[in-house]
């Protein structure tokens, strides 16, 4: 395992809720990134405790997060160390209330 593979290892497992995206939670950079801190928003997470790594300061983690998951956009979602998704998935999921559950969230 590389040592940018070991280091999203350890951002993933060491907390509970993080979102990999572009730009931050305060400001996303792109539309999916925004609308992915919406619906986490919409469940009940706090964006200022939420972990949120932006992938435009660095290459490496850019290109190691989509090795890491095998998955090839960004935004990536993290729950309790597993992969959850990207937006389109965590929109599906909201709407089922399926995210909730799993954040531990309720529904705001």
């Known amino acids: 395992m590389s040592d940018v593979q070991k280091q999203i290892d350890e951002l993933v497992k060491t907390n509970p809720v993080v979102l990999f995206m572009k730009g931050s939670a305060s400001f996303p950079m792109c539309g999916f990134s925004g609308r992915s801190i919406q619906i986490l928003k919409a469940c009940g997470v706090d964006t200022k405790t939420l972990t949120t790594v932006n992938v435009l300061e660095d290459d490496g983690i850019r ?21 959850v998704g990207g937006s389109d ?20």
Do not use: D
Request: proline share 5%; net charge negative; charged share 20%.
């Open 89 to 108: 998935i965590m929109m599906e999921m909201y709407e089922s209330g399926e995210l909730q559950k799993l954040i531990g969230g309720e529904a705001a």
């Open 63 to 83: 290109q190691g997060i989509k090795e890491y998951s095998q998955w090839p956009t960004i935004p990536q979602l993290y729950v309790k160390g597993e992969f």
